[in-house]
């Protein structure tokens, strides 16, 4: 499986933008998936989390009510919705595929490339 993470860009505070992540190589319908991101100086930080169907879905404290995770396994896609963008979420953001439903990074077997965000004040 390889992932495509896309979307990033620079955007001013209270912006918005969009990510998305392309699997290919094989379906990821099966595969729970998440995002993460890291910070300059920063470990990796887990940011939300879908199940296979799409259907259950779980965000950190850092993005709920302003990030949402989705998929379309129809495109073999996930997306995350980031909303009222912070400086503070200015952090390479990374996909990734795996069999665990788990915030740890390190169950995931599959990983994007990551797309930079930066939010400016």
């Known amino acids: 499986v390889q992932l495509q993470a896309s979307g990033g860009g620079l955007v001013q505070a209270g912006g918005s933008l969009r990510l998305s992540c392309a699997a290919s190589?094989?379906?990821?319908?099966?595969?729970?998936m998440g995002w993460f991101r890291q910070a300059p100086g920063k470990e990796r930080e887990f940011v939300a989390r879908?199940?296979?169907?799409?259907?259950?879905?779980d965000h950190a404290d850092s993005g709920k009510g302003r990030f949402t995770i989705s998929r379309d396994n129809a495109k073999n896609t996930m997306y995350l919705q980031m909303n009222s963008l912070k400086p503070e979420d200015t952090a390479v953001y990374y996909c990734?595929?795996?069999?665990?439903?788990?915030?740890?990074?390190?169950?995931?077997?599959?990983w994007g490339q990551g797309t930079q965000v930066t939010v400016s004040s």
């Open positions: 990734a595929a795996g069999a665990a439903w788990s915030i740890s990074g390190t169950t995931y077997a599959y």
């Open positions: 190589g094989r379906t990821v319908s099966s595969y729970r």
């Open positions: 879908i199940n296979p169907s799409g259907g259950v879905t």
